[in-house]
C-alpha cells in the first residue's frame, strides 16, 4: 500500500470513529418515556386486579414501587496498525491488520418495590375516608362518582325516627305495603309508568311517605339513597376545605385523624353555585352552605316537606374496592347513573366497564385464575375516573416508613 492510500485509510478511520459516536450519545426520552408507561400500565394492572379480587370476596394486595432506574452504556473502539512510509525493503506490499475493534451496547432497568402490608397501611386502608380527603377527591373527580364511591350510608332523623338507607344497588328489594301487594322500586321512582300516564305509586317516593319510616328500611334501599342524593345535590351538596372561624376542641381531633394535616379542614356543606337556580337563594340562608362561618354541630337541610337531620356514613379504602367488586359480581354497573346534568353525557356508559376478554383493544387487561379481565378503550371514561379515585385513596394510604424496607428486582436486557 502507498503512502497515499495508507494515510487515505487513517482519514477515513477517523472520520467513521467521529460519525459513529454520535450516535451513541444517550438518549433519555425514550427509556423515561418507557418507565413512565410501564409503571402507570403496572398500577392499572394492580388496582383491576384487586377489583376482580373484591368481587370475588378475596384479600387485596399492594405493592408499592419506591425507585425506578435505568442505564445505558455504549462502548466502541477501534484498533489501528502501526504504518510505516515508503517502500519495502525486501520489495512485498505489506498489510495492514486493524484489529481490537470492539462494538459493544447494554441497557439496564430496575426498580425497587415492597409489598404495602405494614400496620400503618393496613389500618389505613381500613380506616373510614375522612372529609379532608373526601374535599380533595370532590376537586378533582365529579363529585357525584366521589359520593357514590365514598358514602356507604346515609341516616335520616326526624324527631325520634332514624331512618338508614344503604347505598348498594344489590340492596333494592321491593316494597311490600300494608295490604301485600309488592310494588317494584323502579316504578315507585319513576316519573311515569310504561305507557306514559302519570305514575300511580309516586306519592311513595316522597321523602314523607311511609316507604322511608325506620320499620321500612329494607325495602328499596339504593332506591332511596339515589333520590335523598338527588334532592342534597340540588341543593349544591359538595365536599370542600374550610378555615374554622375559632378552633374548636373537636378540629384538632379531625386534624389528628387526617394524618395531622393543618389548615382548612374538609367538611361537606352546601354551595350554592352548584344548586338548582330555585334553590339558591335557600342556600345562602342555610348554616351550613359552604361559606358559612359558624357550622352548625347537626348537618340538617329543608327537604320537601319536611326538616331532616343528614348524617353520612363514609368508606374505607378497602371497602370503595369492595363496592367497585360488588357492581361487578351483581351487575350492576348499569345501577349507578349521574345525577346532575353536568355529568348526563357520562351516564350512557356503565358506572365501570370490565369485560371478560382479552383484546388488542384493552386500556389494561389481566388474567387471573384462569380468566381473562379487560377495561375496553370504548366506553370507559367512567371507568378512568374509578381507576383514579381507586389509585388516589391507595396512595394516600402509604406513608414514607412503607416503602423503607426495600424488595429489590433488576432487569438486564
Excluded at 379480587?53 to 489501528?80: H, K, M
Excluded at 316519573?191 to 321500612?216: F, G, V, W
Aim: aromatic content about 8%; charged content about 20%.
Amino acid at each position: 500500500m502507498s503512502a497515499a492510500n495508507a494515510i487515505c485509510v487513517l482519514a477515513i478511520s477517523w472520520l467513521t470513529t467521529s460519525l459513529t459516536a454520535c450516535s451513541f450519545v444517550d438518549d433519555f426520552t425514550p427509556r423515561q418515556y418507557s418507565l413512565n408507561i410501564h409503571s402507570q400500565d403496572a398500577l392499572n394492572q394492580e388496582t383491576l386486579l384487586n377489583i376482580i379480587r373484591a368481587s370475588r370476596f378475596q384479600p387485596l394486595n399492594f405493592i408499592g414501587i419506591s425507585q425506578l432506574t435505568g442505564g445505558q452504556s455504549e462502548d466502541f473502539r477501534i484498533g489501528l496498525p502501526t504504518i510505516a512510509f515508503g517502500p519495502s525493503p525486501n520489495g512485498m506490499a505489506r498489510e495492514f491488520a486493524f484489529s481490537g475493534n470492539i462494538i459493544d451496547s447494554s441497557a439496564s432497568a430496575g426498580f425497587t418495590m415492597n409489598p404495602l402490608i405494614s400496620t400503618n397501611f393496613q389500618r389505613a386502608m381500613l380506616t373510614p375516608v375522612s372529609q379532608n380527603t373526601l374535599a380533595d377527591l370532590t376537586v378533582s373527580y365529579p363529585r357525584e362518582a366521589v359520593f357514590y364511591m365514598a358514602i356507604a350510608r346515609v341516616k335520616l332523623t326526624r324527631g325520634k325516627a332514624v331512618s338508614v338507607i344503604h347505598n348498594d344497588p344489590g340492596n333494592d328489594r321491593d316494597y311490600t305495603d300494608k295490604t301485600g301487594t309488592i310494588i317494584p322500586c323502579k316504578d315507585i321512582f319513576a316519573q311515569h309508568m310504561d305507557d306514559a300516564k302519570l305514575n300511580p305509586h309516586r306519592r311513595l317516593a316522597e321523602i314523607t311517605s311511609e316507604l322511608y319510616l325506620p320499620e321500612n328500611d329494607r325495602y328499596c334501599s339504593f332506591s332511596k339513597f339515589v333520590a335523598v342524593m338527588r334532592i342534597a345535590l340540588s341543593y349544591g351538596l359538595t365536599a370542600t376545605r374550610v378555615t374554622p372561624a375559632s378552633p374548636a376542641k373537636d378540629s384538632a381531633s379531625t386534624e389528628s385523624s387526617s394524618g395531622g394535616q393543618s389548615g382548612p379542614l374538609g367538611r361537606l356543606c352546601f354551595e350554592a353555585g352548584l344548586a338548582d337556580l330555585a334553590k339558591r337563594a335557600i342556600v345562602l340562608e342555610m348554616d351550613n352552605r359552604c361559606d358559612s362561618p359558624n357550622f352548625p354541630q347537626n348537618f340538617a337541610f329543608p327537604f320537601p316537606g319536611a326538616m331532616l337531620e343528614f348524617e353520612i356514613d363514609l368508606r374505607s379504602p378497602s371497602s370503595v374496592f369492595g363496592y367497585i367488586g360488588s357492581l361487578i359480581r351483581n351487575n350492576k354497573a348499569y345501577a349507578i347513573q349521574y345525577i346532575r346534568p353536568e355529568f348526563t353525557e357520562l351516564s350512557s356508559e356503565p358506572f365501570v366497564n370490565i369485560v371478560r376478554a382479552r383484546n388488542a383493544g384493552c386500556i389494561v387487561d389481566i388474567a387471573y385464575l384462569d380468566e381473562e379481565y379487560c377495561i375496553p378503550n370504548e366506553a370507559s371514561l367512567n371507568t378512568g375516573i374509578v381507576l383514579q379515585i381507586l389509585q388516589a385513596l391507595r396512595n394516600l394510604s402509604i406513608s414514607p416508613t412503607d416503602l423503607n424496607t426495600p424488595f429489590s428486582v433488576r432487569v438486564v436486557q
